[in-house]
Structure formats: structure tokens, C-alpha cells
């Protein structure tokens, strides 16, 4: 998969998650397998991960306009790549200290490291010279 699609689709999910996530957090709610209804903390805390990864998409779609600085996409997918390697943890260390071994704390794990492939595979190639290829 090329690098620029891999960035696009990394924007595309990033913005439909996070926007989802803090305009209807019930939604995402359900898609994660939580029961309903959602307790006013939990969905706060949705919100808070929606608008973390609406951030990260916009800064990402801007890091790819025609002005930004050389190192600047570089530098957006490292952060992203960072994001989501701590979601990952943390997600498999709830699960390992979770006694009820479900499938609501293995789905943002898995979109995680779902983002975390792609901004990895989104990240421009350089060889030994330092051009982009």
C-alpha cells in the first residue's frame, strides 16, 4: 500500500471515529460493546478520546498541504504513532488485569494498532541521500 493512501485513510478513520466519538458517544458506546446506558463519565471520557483523535486527523491533513514545513508530516505520524502504541498498551494491560475477558476493551485496542500500521506505513521513505522515494 502506498504511503499517501495509507495517510488518507489513517485521516479518514481518524476523523469518523473522533467526530462520531464526541457527537454521539452513545454510538460508539454500542459499537464497543458497552451495555447501555452509558454512565455521564464514561461518556465524557469518549468525548475526551473522540476529540484526541479529531485533533490528530486535522493535524495530520494539514501536515500533507503544499506549504508545510519538510519535517512536518514526519512529525505528526511520529506523534499519532506514539498515541496509538500507549492505547495499545494500556488496552492489553486492562485486558490482562481484567478478569471478564471481553470483546469491549479488544476493539480500540484493534483500531489502535490499525492506526498504528498505517501511520507507520505512512511515513515517507528516505534513502541514504535524504530524498524522498
Request: hydrophobic share 45%.
Amino acid at each position: 500500500m502506498q504511503a499517501e493512501k495509507c495517510r488518507k485513510l489513517l485521516v479518514s478513520g481518524r476523523a469518523a471515529v473522533g467526530w462520531l466519538s464526541v457527537l454521539a458517544p452513545n454510538l460508539i458506546g454500542r459499537a464497543w460493546r458497552m451495555q447501555p446506558p452509558l454512565d455521564n463519565n464514561v461518556k465524557y471520557a469518549i468525548r475526551l478520546f473522540g476529540a484526541r483523535n479529531a485533533l490528530l486527523a486535522y493535524q495530520l491533513y494539514q501536515a500533507e498541504r503544499s506549504d508545510a514545513a519538510a519535517d512536518e508530516l514526519e512529525e505528526v505520524l511520529r506523534q499519532g504513532l506514539a498515541v496509538d502504541a500507549f492505547d495499545v498498551l494500556f488496552g492489553l494491560a486492562y485486558q490482562r488485569g481484567n478478569r471478564n475477558k471481553s470483546l469491549t476493551a479488544a476493539i480500540p485496542v484493534v483500531a489502535s494498532m490499525l492506526g498504528f500500521v498505517l501511520g507507520f506505513f505512512g511515513r515517507e521513505q528516505h534513502d541514504a541521500a535524504g530524498k524522498t522515494g
